[in-house]
Structures are given as C-alpha cells and as structure tokens.
C-alpha cells in the first residue's frame, strides 16, 4: 500500500487514524477537512483539490458526502475503505454500483470483533430455531446522530441471512399486539460518552443466550479501517466487508 488519504482528518476518528498511522509507520499522503487541520501532512479543504490523488482513501465523515467520495475514488481509479455509517438504502445502492468501478471496503462497525460476534450471534440463531425471538440492543454517546447504529442493523442482516426474512422492529409503543415471531426488535439507547456497545439477545421460553460487545476506545476502529486499507489496496473491482478481511486472514 503506497500510502493513504484521511477523509475527515480532523475528526475524531481522523486524527486517531492519524496517530496510529505515526505510531505504525504507515504513510498518510494527505488530510481532506473543511475545516483548518493542523498535522504532519499536507491538508486539503476538498477531495478534488489533491494534486497527485494516489493510494487508498478512508472515509471517517458523513452519510451527506458519500456521493462526493464515491465520485473522487472513482474519477481516478482509488480504492475507497467507506468506514462513515447512517448510508440509506439508496445510497448503498449507490456504494454497490461504484463498486463495480473500483474497490470498496464497506462495514456497519470497522471492529474485527464485532464482524466475529455477527458470526456467532448467526449460528447461534439458526441453531436455537424459531422458538427463539431476537432482540438487539445497542448503546451509544448522545452526539451519535444516526440510529439504530449500522453496527445493529449488520448484526441484524447477518441473523437474518441465517435465519431467513425477517421484519425490523425498531419501535413497539404503537403495536398494541403480542410479539410475531418473524421480527428482529432493534433498539437504540443514547447517552454520555459511551462509545458503542452492542448485545444480541437469542431468547426462549426456559433459557436466554446474551452476546454483548463493547469498545472500549476508537482506537479499534481505526485500527480495523487500517486494516481493512491494506487489505483492499490491491484489490479488484467490488464490494468488500469486514467478513472478507476475517475470512482471508483466517486462511
């Protein structure tokens, strides 16, 4: 990988990418913020205005800018780690069609151990059978904007392609009627500095199985966007997701 481009720089999740690229030795080819960024690489205001644009971008903004990036990485033939989430159903629709352009690393969560708990949380589901209900349950800082998080709803998708269809459920107050078994209830807590937590309830009549993840600092999402940067950069056309790094790295 001859290096990246920091979409968002001077966010959160931006500068703590920065960091543990200084502590790695990774080469950051340049920063894009609208706002002024002080760092050790050049820092620019639009994607567009890169002079030389190279390498693998890694997107830590908004759900707003993905039409603008996915343009960028498209226009000059750059793999793209889109690690911001909130992504509507059309805007996905967008992120698959890019992706037969060029590379695109896409999760709801950047945490291996997240893409490992969806696993289980699968397997556990389609072993128990549908006696079982299932709940999701997620926890995040009250700046948080979108919800349910992208990391629920994957943790939903993956049960759901086990399992077969199911509905979402994301609110019970207007259903005055007892729980179907064909849904998944996913519901959002928000509050303080937490960073994410999420649990996966697999309930019966005699027995509850809980899977909970929690991160303890973003320096893990970072980590897996790195990650995941590498593991795309020589990458061709399509669509890749924190499954796809797990997988390879597993063989």
């Known amino acids: 990988m001859s290096g990246i481009i920091i979409n968002g720089c001077g966010g959160r999740m931006g500068k703590t990418i920065a960091a543990q690229c200084a502590e790695k030795g990774i080469n950051v080819l340049c920063g894009v913020d609208i706002y002024p960024v002080s760092a050790d690489f050049p820092v620019y205001t639009s994607l567009e205005d890169i002079p030389d644009p190279c390498g693998v971008v890694i997107d830590f903004t908004t759900a707003s800018a993905l039409e603008s990036v996915l343009e960028f990485g498209i226009k000059n033939n750059i793999p793209l780690v889109l690690a911001t989430t909130g992504y509507s159903k059309e805007q996905r629709e967008l992120i698959e ?14 945490s291996v151990g997240v893409s490992v708990t969806a696993r289980v949380a699968a397997d556990i589901a389609l072993s128990m059978g549908e006696d079982f209900d299932i709940e999701i349950i997620e926890t995040h800082h009250s700046a948080k904007l979108d919800a349910p998080s992208g990391t629920a709803l994957m943790l939903a998708d993956e049960i759901q392609k086990a399992i077969g ?8 107050a207007s259903r005055r009627m007892a729980r179907p078994k064909k849904e998944i209830g996913i519901h959002s807590v928000r509050g303080g500095g937490v960073i994410g937590e999420h649990t996966v309830m697999i309930i019966g009549q005699h027995e509850t199985i ?7 600092d973003r320096g893990l999402f970072a980590y ?7 593991f795309i950069a020589e990458k061709q056309n399509g669509f890749y997701n924190m499954k796809d790094l797990v997988s390879a790295e597993e063989k």
């Open 165 to 172: 269809e199911r509905e979402y459920v994301f609110e019970r």
């Open 224 to 230: 897996g966007a790195l990650r995941a940067a590498e």
């Open 97 to 110: 069609k890019a992706s037969k352009q060029i590379p695109i690393f896409n999760s709801g969560n950047m």
């Open 210 to 216: 809980s899977l909970t993840h929690k991160a303890h």
